[in-house]
């Protein structure tokens, strides 16, 4: 099993900047793909970034250019740098890990984290 822990969620100014973490632990073997996505009450769960075991990144649109996804390798952890945030940015965070154990694939996802910005 892996377990995912997030944080840097908090209230922010429209304009303003929050970075989010997410730290995997425990039985880890590949990771694959690490993430992040958001979901608003009532809504699907959206991707907001994701980033490969290689760098590769890929990101919704309405983030580009505002957000930046990285990933420590050797610290299993992946971030979210989220500049010029706006209130419809508002919503829940969750990490998404993609993992291999050697034998079979397994996504995980964090508890979330409450990113809230004020007009």
């Known amino acids: 099993q892996v377990q995912l822990v997030e944080s840097g969620g908090g209230l922010v100014q429209a304009g303003g900047s929050l970075r989010l973490s997410c730290a995997a632990s425990?039985?880890?073997?590949?990771?694959?793909?690490m993430g992040w996505y958001r979901q608003a009450p009532g809504n699907q769960r959206e991707l907001v970034a994701t980033?490969?075991?290689?760098?590769?990144?890929n990101y919704a649109d309405s983030v580009k250019g505002r957000f930046t996804v990285s990933r420590d390798n050797a610290k299993n952890t992946v971030y979210l740098q989220m500049n010029s945030l706006k209130p419809e940015d508002t919503t829940v965070y969750y990490c998404?890990?993609?993992?291999?154990?050697?034998?079979?694939?397994?996504?995980?996802w964090g508890q979330g984290t409450q990113v809230t910005v004020s007009a």
């Open positions: 425990g039985s880890i073997f590949s990771i694959i793909t």
């Open positions: 998404r890990v993609f993992h291999y154990s050697g034998t079979n694939y397994k996504t995980y």
């Open positions: 980033i490969s075991s290689r760098g590769s990144t």
